[in-house]
């Protein structure tokens, strides 16, 4: 019987499992198929990590990480969670070669993949120029002209967020208009440097061995190809978050979920079902970056050990 099962081992996971125990949980084990570290790891270059001022890759970031959490018990188990339910008091984790756990608690720390567009080139340059997140790469382009691919919410943010440091933002999307909420499409529409190229979608990025150089896109109406000199493309067409784990046999979910599929939380990381928990990308409202994270596996985890000592430790 675990204490605590942790379903994922990125950011979120690994902080979750520090904080459970050191905290004074028993027996809590962080099931992660891979090795532990998450999306992160493929990042060439950290800068808004805090405490970090050096030169540092994703992969550097996270190296040490495992090893502090391990120090105080954490159990690392490499294998695929296929299915998280609950059996009266417990929750049963079930693994894909067929074996079972039973724990007392579980925080769900799957994470979240960025959705790619798939013009051509976009595998290819991704991380070399192509880039899901302008937080954690704009800074890249300082002074410089970028195009950014979508047109919700999180598109047009995200192209006023570049419009601050890179000198031109051309806004790239595939409708004469967009689905972001209104004030967000007119704070755009009066931003100067972004250019919006509607009716559009991105056919092919290109570059050399440094990286991206420029963008080809295609005007869906006349057919006619603009080449955009860019060397940084931004994609924003949603994300696909890991949920599996939380559906059962019957089709139905665990816990609530959102129209997108994320894990409804309160600020506990509490979900809609007693003893369950959800950190980092699987959320709503979901910030997807690792110090985040960090602060949502640490923040479930402290309640984790509360409904523990609550409801088995009397």
Known sequence: MLDCAIVGGGPAGLTAGLYATRGGLQNVVMFEKGLPGGQITQSSEIENYPGVTGDITGMDLMQPWPKQCMKFGLKHEMAEVSRVSKNGETFIIALSNGETYEAKSVIVCTG??????????????????????????????????????????????????????????????????????????????????????????????????????????????????????????????????????????????????????????????????????????????APKQVVCAAGDGATAAINAIAYVDEHFNK
């Open 112 to 285: 979240s993949v960025p959705r790619r567009a798939g013009f051509k080139g976009e595998d290819e340059f991704f991380g070399r120029g192509v880039s899901t997140c302008a937080t954690c790469d704009g800074f890249f382009y300082k002074g410089k002209e970028v195009a950014v691919i979508g047109g919700g919410d999180t598109a047009l943010e995200e192209a006023l967020y570049l419009a601050k440091i890179c000198t031109k933002v051309y806004l790239v999307h595939r409708r004469d208009k967009f689905r972001a909420a209104p004030n967000t499409v007119k704070r755009v529409e009066e931003t100067p440097n972004i250019e919006l190229i509607l009716d559009s979608v991105p056919e092919e990025v290109y570059g050399d061995a440094m990286g991206v150089t420029g963008l080809k896109v295609k005007n869906t109406k006349n057919g006619e190809t603009t080449d955009l000199s860019v060397p940084g493309v931004f994609v924003f067409v949603g994300n696909n978050v890991n949920n599996e784990v939380l559906k059962q046999e019957d089709g139905s979910w665990l816990c609530e979920l959102n129209e997108q599929g994320q894990v409804v939380v309160n600020l506990k990381m509490q979900t809609s079902l007693e003893g369950l928990f959800a950190a980092g990308d699987l959320r709503i409202d």
